[in-house]
């Protein structure tokens, strides 16, 4: 049985014995009405805690891990809505920190694409 695996911006085919191979795929789930808003509601109310903005002051030092290339998270959207969200810290106070691993580092383009031109 060949079966077609998600690999970086396409498919790769690999080969399984039949009697060895059972398919499952996943089942689809309908997107959040309004990612931006569902995320910044998270952020102003969340469950047994202060909202972030007032747990996080102007002069705090802060870092953000994301996830690198090999995960599908919609970082392009959630990095520049969660800085959007901090405006009230300086960008230098802010560390962005690729959880890379033991995967190689990504390249400039691919951290564009990762976090859009404006974050990077």
């Known amino acids: 049985m060949e079966i077609q695996l998600a690999y970086g911006e396409g498919q790769l085919p690999i080969e399984c014995p039949d009697d060895r191979t059972t398919v499952i ?4 789930r309908e997107g959040l009405a309004d ?4 995320l910044l509601a998270a952020l102003e109310n969340p469950i047994g805690e202060k ?24 970082n392009d959207r959630i990095i520049p809505w969660l800085l959007e969200h901090l405006a009230h ?5 802010i560390l962005l920190l690729n959880q890379l691993g033991t995967h190689r580092p990504n390249s400039r383009a691919e951290m564009e694409q990762m976090l859009t031109r404006e974050v990077v």
């Open 25 to 28: 795929n996943p089942t689809p």
């Open 35 to 38: 990612e931006r808003a569902s």
């Open 51 to 74: 909202p972030l903005k007032q747990l996080i002051k102007a002069d705090t030092k802060i870092c953000i891990l994301f996830t690198d290339l090999t995960r599908a998270t919609p």
């Open 89 to 93: 810290v300086p960008r230098e106070n």
